[in-house]
């Protein structure tokens, strides 16, 4: 179905119905798009609706049971992604309410390997998966160095939507990515690049792919905005409120996604990948996320999602969860 660029105005006090106080796959690719204007994209204008299903989070938690009783999920499964015998675990999972350029602090992720799957912790969390077409939002703090030991892994620090792959090369899957790598990966070079996918299926053995990507060379340290629009047939990726890239309708997410943040180590080998540096050192990487966001039906630019942010923070809103669930409710694991 088609859904118009929509101008949001005045509609959050209609929207709010809950208000609390307070892997992924490998991303090399078949198929490279090419969209990278330099310019923000003008919605067409409309009239709003007079209800929107939204949901935000500004991740103000004074612990991990009030993060999971906001529907929030870590990952403890074992397993692909990342370094073969590796954790995930909610150890690396904190919050932050003193982190500079936040209003109610950050949730931060922390990821751990000296190379071994022994001695590999990666971390994930994940919301409910009732998110398809509409705008996806989150304001993430990328890193070029660990916090402390050796530099050169390769690591993958994300924001991305997944669906569950009921079967190899399911024709229903449905999953799009952002992903930093600040050391290189994927056979590229070592030099830091963002990678955005958008996946139509895939199986891990053999290792068989069908997917759109596109890959911009150069450093994202610091805090991003990420905004992903699904609407009109067409996956689009925006950084900073700049296009970024645009994807076909052949990867369109055909089935519901849950909204997900992971940050780990990728094996050697990996569709050419160089895998973890070669150090027995214990070394740390860590990902901040201010705030995520979503809205159900349009697609709408970067700065009216900063609008709607700042009304909400406005009110003092630190959470908002009215996107329904599917009916019955759809299962929501937390791991591939």
């Not at 310019?39 to 989070?57: E, K, L, M, R, Y």
């Not at 600040?182 to 955005?196: C, D, L, Q, V, Y």
């Given at each position: 179905m088609g859904h118009q660029r929509l101008f949001l105005t005045s509609i959050l006090s209609a929207s709010i119905a809950f208000v609390g106080c307070d892997s992924k796959t490998d991303s090399s690719s078949q198929q490279a798009a090419s969209v990278?204007?330099?310019?923000?994209?003008?919605?067409?204008?409309?009239?709003?609706?007079?209800?929107?299903?939204?949901?935000?989070?500004?991740?103000?938690?004074?612990d991990l049971a009030a993060f999971h009783n906001n529907g929030w999920k870590v990952r403890t499964e074992t397993g692909h992604p990342g370094i073969k015998g590796a954790t995930w675990s909610a150890e690396g999972i904190s919050f932050h309410a003193d982190i500079p350029e936040t209003e109610a602090g950050a949730v931060r992720m922390s990821s751990v390997t000296n190379g071994t799957g022994e001695k590999t912790r990666h971390t994930q969390f994940c919301h409910a998966r009732k998110y398809r077409e509409g705008t996806y939002a989150a304001r993430v703090f990328f890193r070029d160095e660990p916090s402390y030991g050796p530099d050169g892994d390769e690591v993958i620090q994300t924001m991305y939507a997944i669906s569950p792959?009921?079967?190899?090369?399911?024709?229903?899957?449905?999953?799009?990515?952002?992903?930093?790598?600040?050391?290189?990966?994927?056979?590229?070079?070592?030099?830091?690049?963002?990678?955005?996918?958008?996946?139509?299926?895939?199986?891990?053995?053999?290792?068989?792919?069908?997917?759109?990507?596109?890959?911009?060379?150069?450093?994202?340290?610091?805090?991003?905005?990420?905004?992903?629009?699904?609407?009109?047939n067409k996956v689009t990726y925006y950084v900073d409120g700049k296009l970024f890239s645009e994807h076909t309708?052949?990867?369109?997410?055909?089935?519901?996604?849950?909204?997900?943040?992971?940050?780990?180590?990728?094996?050697?080998?990996?569709?050419?990948?160089?895998?973890?540096?070669?150090?027995?050192?214990?070394?740390?990487?860590?990902?901040?996320?201010d705030w995520v966001f979503f809205q159900e039906g349009v697609a709408i630019s970067t700065a009216e999602v900063e609008a709607q942010i700042a009304e909400l923070r406005g009110k003092k809103v630190a959470y908002v969860d009215n996107v329904k669930e599917q009916n019955p409710v759809l299962p929501s694991p937390c791991g591939l």
């Open positions: 990278v204007p330099a310019a923000s994209p003008t919605p067409s204008s409309g009239a709003a609706p007079a209800t929107a299903a939204v949901f935000f989070d500004d991740f103000n938690y004074p792959l009921k079967a190899p090369m399911d024709k229903n899957y449905s999953e799009t990515d952002f992903e930093y790598l600040p050391n290189g990966g994927w056979g590229e070079n070592a030099r830091p690049a963002m990678w955005t996918t958008s996946w139509d299926t895939f199986q891990l053995e053999p290792w068989t792919k069908v997917n759109e990507f596109t890959r911009q060379e150069g450093s994202y340290a610091g805090w991003r905005t990420l905004v992903l629009t699904i609407a009109d309708s052949a990867v369109y997410p055909e089935d519901f996604m849950s909204i997900n943040f992971n940050l780990w180590f990728m094996p050697k080998g990996a569709d050419g990948s160089l895998g973890p540096v070669d150090s027995p050192e214990m070394r740390e990487y860590q990902e901040d996320i």
